[in-house]
């Protein structure tokens, strides 16, 4: 589905959003200047880097370590990608604009690479001093700053701080819904998340209505049997079962292997998988007949899937002249069949 965007700008703003693409476009054109932005971007990981590391030898520049930074970010070489952020916040906080949104950014990209190294409580003043920056920037109900509010709560959630963690996701959530229209596509990854650190906890009544509001949205813009569905129909069954709405959760766990049978195929290991939960969720309401129903054709998916695992085991021996070694899955294969 393609997304109109021009159906939802305001025309008193489309003077900004016109320099705003300008400005993009320049920045594009910027960088098609630059080779190791360009080898970066064409997905020639060594080359970018190598010619990152060239330029920083020439330069060393704030921005030129932040690229090379993210290049290690994006192959999860965090270790590496560290001290090039603190040596190009160095450089900026010399700088004559020691508060400044490319401050931000580096903050927030150490920050990042902290949380990835599992030093999220080392993070949380990085993030922190990254918020105040750009909030004084662009302001605080600018809807660029949900981001920020969402980082921040990522943090506060892996410090195991929920409630500080749910009063941000619910900000970023309402920044985002001031600015766009109440069933907008963009509002999907914060309430997909909030409802998701509910869930977790265990907060299922406060978890239902933003998944039910999510389901609403994809269904309307997506249609009824989007595969995009299957995430949010599996947490709303979920959260219903938790809270032993039964009658509320029946009809959606049949909708979610009706669509698992559609987006995949009705032997798909998926399928298993909804089955085991359908099985589950009959079974905490002593409905055995269609638990072991469910069951049993779980199990049938399940082996087919490890004969057919098996058969191309032993296959890719014979393959290579190593009938021996291909044999036990050969034979373990043939045993499976007869029963």
Known sequence: MRFEFWKYVNIRHAGRIALAFALLAAIASAQQKDP???????????????????????????????????????????????????????????????EDVELASDLTSLALVYRNLARSKEALPLMNRAFQIRQKSIGRDNPELAKDFSNLALLFADLKEFDVAAQLYTQALRIVEQATSPDDLS???????????????????????????????RERKLGPMDPELLPTL??????YFGQKKYAAADPIY????????????????????????MVEFYMDQEKFNEAECLAERSVRIRKTALIDSLTRSAKLYEAEQKPALGLP???????LKQD
Do not use: C
């Open 254 to 277: 049949h909708r979610l292997l009706a669509l698992w049978e559609k987006a995949a195929d009705p032997d798909h290991p998926m399928v298993a998988l909804t089955l085991d939960k």
């Open 36 to 98: 190791g932005m360009k080898a970066f971007r064409q997905g020639d990981y060594t080359e970018a880097e190598r010619l990152f590391q060239s330029a920083l030898i020439e330069d060393e520049n704030p921005r030129t370590l932040r690229q090379l930074a993210d290049l290690y970010r994006t192959q999860a070489r965090y270790a590496e990608a560290e001290p090039l952020l603190t040596r190009a916040l160095a450089i900026r906080e010399k700088g004559p604009g020691p």
């Open 187 to 217: 509002l999907l990854p914060y309430m997909d998340t909030l409802a998701g650190l509910y869930r977790n906890e265990n907060r299922y009544s406060a978890a239902e209505p933003l998944y039910r509001r999510a389901l609403t949205i």
């Open 329 to 335: 899955f050969k034979n373990r294969a043939a045993v």
């Open 234 to 239: 599996d947490n709303l069954a979920y959260v």
